[in-house]
T-cell receptor, first 113, second 112 residues
């Protein structure tokens, strides 16, 4: 049982390049989330999904797109990377949106130059 | 919109000192409350959580938190910190089906 995994762990992009971050969970969780973590800002929700085929915007969705084609995977895309998107990205999942805790992945450190 | 405030950005303590980290939230309805910890270079892990019942919640590694509804607070405590408690601590609040809302975090540095 691997829990929540993220690939890649590190990435450096040039401004304007695109990339996709992959999150996978093997806990059969319905809900999945993408956060970004910046110094002094805590974790801010980018997008989330309440089930396969669904997505919703979080607090800071601009510049990102997501897809949840399979229940176990949640992809985060950057179409045209900007230096402001330099951050650490965490994926999380939970059984539902009620009282269940969220389980976090190890993070992806992205630098946009 | 719901918000979570953590009053201390950085706390520095000596080993064996007592710890209390403040957390206040803005939502007035039924809430679920969490404290997560992030050790250097690692991902977030759950320390403890409150859903209902006894407002004093005990978590892992000797941590506890007290839910005071009248003060909209969920402060984290530990009687005696260790060097290994050096980490960033995040309070988070959940109400209904809305996503978890995190505070900005408090960095704890424990010195020998």
């Amino acid at each position: 049982n691997a829990g929540v995994t993220q690939t890649p762990k590190f990435r450096v992009l040039k401004t304007g390049q695109s990339m996709t971050l992959l999150c996978a969970q093997d806990m059969n969780h319905e809900y999945m989330y993408w956060y970004r973590q910046d110094p002094g800002m805590g974790l801010r929700l980018i997008h989330y999904s309440v089930g396969e085929g669904t997505t919703a915007k979080g607090e800071v969705p601009d510049g990102y797109n997501v897809s949840r084609l399979k229940k176990q995977n949640f992809l985060l895309g950057l179409e045209s990377a900007a230096p402001s998107q330099t951050s650490v990205y965490f994926c999380a999942s939970s059984y539902d949106a009620g009282s269940y805790e969220q389980y976090f992945g190890p993070g992806t450190r992205l630098t946009v130059t | 919109a719901q918000s979570v405030s953590q009053h201390n950005h950085h706390v520095i303590l000596s080993e064996a000192a007592s710890l209390e980290l403040g957390c206040n939230y803005s939502y007035g309805g039924t809430v679920n409350l969490f404290w997560y910890v992030q050790y250097p270079g690692q991902h977030l892990q759950l320390l403890l959580k409150y859903f209902s019942g006894d407002p004093l919640v005990k978590g892992i590694k000797g941590f506890e938190a007290e839910f005071i509804k009248s003060k909209f607070s969920f402060n984290l405590r530990k009687p005696s910190v260790q060097w290994s408690d050096t980490a960033e601590y995040f309070c988070a609040v959940k109400s209904g089906n809305t996503p978890l809302v995190f505070g900005k975090g408090t960095r704890l540095s424990v010195i020998a």
